[in-house]
């Protein structure tokens, strides 16, 4: 069997099936994984075989005029169960809504050329894609393979090339199978998920789930990482796409987190991707360690964890069974941040309720706190950790594959 995996080139979409890959070449199987250039070098870190398509840039921000998508958002008032009842968006954040899927569909219309072209030489078994490459479906009707989309981590279906009252595609997803000769595909043949059952809402079903294996990035174990803390640890992370959305917008939540913990009895570890290294410079207190280590090294010995609601960092640390406080600012991880404190497994700020300078460090630092002196977090953790534990494993999912192929 020849799987074709094609991703959105950010990490945090591409970690989650990672493990997947590994599994289906173990099987004896022929793996590709297409993307766009800036993910290129961290599929080959990954190893596993790259393929670049669409045009040469660095930036996927330019394909949308330069613009993130997360210009302009106002984080604040978002209704909290938004994914289940779209209905309660206001006009700007339907907007905000739309212009993803839009988005989503000029970086597939970039892509496809050469992701088609590809398929044509190569002539893969079966296609799959994270759910917002919508690159992936169409391929896969113009070369008459089935499609399989993967979540990676969110808690709701991803259904980014669909309207929001889910009456029919977006015009622009609609307009890509005209333009490359497939017939329209609204359904997969099958959709993977490794959001863990009770975070996910109940109302998404038709799912095949699949177990979050922590993979987030190639790495070597430092000596120091082997030895017993010295005090219980408390990881302070960011992450990487969250980074690139907000830039430097992004320091001063950063900062005041730093400011909050630092009085506590805890050794601080700061785990920083390069943009995040370089924005924070010298400016760390003394006593702060500042390291790039992938989190599913570092998180296992760490007694907390402080970080921005991402699904990766979200479902690393639980599946370790680390109590967590998520401090969010973007919609899609406000709803990660709220299905986790709901199940008790840690604890949520978003930002826009945290009030700036110290007032606001006092508040975080309360919340730090009770995560390491209630041990009812760690209990909810543990159990969460069980259940994901549970999960199909990735030779499960291989199977699947076969099966669909």
Known sequence: MRVLFTTFPWESHYFPIVPVQWATRAAGH??????????????????LPAVRVGPELEDIRKLGGGKSHLDGLNPAGWPADWPVHPERLDEQQRHFQEHLGVMQCTVAEAMLPDLIALGRKWRPDLIVSDAVTLAGPVAAAVLGVPNVRYQWGIPYLQRI????????????????????????????????????????????TGVTQMRYVPYNGAGATPD???????????????????????????????????DAVRGLDVEI???????????????????????????????????????????????????????????????QLTIVASRLAAAKAGRYLPQSEVPEGTDGAALIRDEVQSLLSDPSYRTAADALRAEIAEQPAPAAIVTELERLA
């Open 30 to 47: 022929e793996v590709r994984v297409a993307t766009m250039a800036p993910l290129i070098d961290t599929v080959v870190r990954s190893g």
């Open 161 to 204: 090339e669909m309207k929001l009252d889910r009456s029919g595609p977006l015009p622009e997803y609609a307009r890509l199978y005209e333009r490359f000769g497939g017939e329209l595909r609204t359904e997969p043949d099958a959709w993977l998920d490794p959001c863990p059952p009770s975070l996910r809402y109940p109302s998404v």
């Open 224 to 258: 120091w990482l082997l030895d017993p803390p010295p005090a219980p640890r408390v990881c302070l992370t960011w992450g990487g796409t969250t980074a690139k959305g907000l830039g430097p917008a992004m320091l001063d939540s950063v900062r005041q987190v730093l």
């Open 269 to 331: 570890v700061v785990a920083a991707g390069k943009l995040l290294r370089d924005m924070l410079g010298d400016e760390l207190p003394d006593g702060v360690r500042l390291v790039s280590v992938p989190l599913d090294l570092l998180l296992p010995t760490c007694t907390a964890v402080v970080h921005h609601g991402g699904p990766g960092t979200t479902l690393t640390a639980a599946s370790w069974g680390i109590p967590q406080l998520l401090i969010t600012r973007i919609p």
